[in-house]
Nanobody, 124 residues
Framework: QVQLVESGGGLVQAGGSLRLSCAGS?????????MGWFRQAPGKEREFVAA????????EYADSVKGRFTISRDNAKNTVYVQMDSLKPADTAVYYC????????????????WGQGTQVTVSS
């Protein structure tokens, strides 16, 4: 199974930017997977943030991040990214990347493979 490791989280002021990365384990055909980003704030359920197709040609975003976040991938590096701009305190959460062979999945139950998460904290 593919293993995923997120990085790039941290503390940022409102209005700032962060770029999260998610590296897939070597030896797997990373490009076959739809990749997604999810987040979970304290006391809340895990929610969908963004997804990108295996080729990178299709993307989906949650309404709450549309226009502020951009998902991308580099299959040669087995890595998916999410560029987060105009960050708000409401974006504070643990961010997880996930992989699935399903096309453009947007619910957590459709993703069997998950990273350990990276904390993003946005101060006001």
């Amino acid at each position: 199974q593919v293993q995923l490791v997120e990085s790039g989280g941290g503390l940022v002021q409102a209005g700032g930017s962060l770029r999260l990365s998610c590296a897939g384990s070597a030896g797997h055909t990373f490009s076959i997977y739809t990749m997604g980003w999810f987040r979970q704030a304290p006391g809340k359920e895990r929610e969908f943030v963004a997804a990108i197709s295996w080729s990178g040609s299709s993307t989906e975003y949650a309404d709450s991040v549309k226009g502020r976040f951009t998902i991308s991938r580099d299959n040669a590096k087995n890595t998916v990214y999410v560029q987060m701009d105009s960050l708000k305190p409401a974006d504070t959460a643990v961010y997880y990347c996930a992989a699935t062979v399903k096309r453009m999945a947007t619910t957590s139950r459709e993703y069997p493979y998950w990273g350990q998460g990276t904390q993003v904290t946005v101060s006001s």
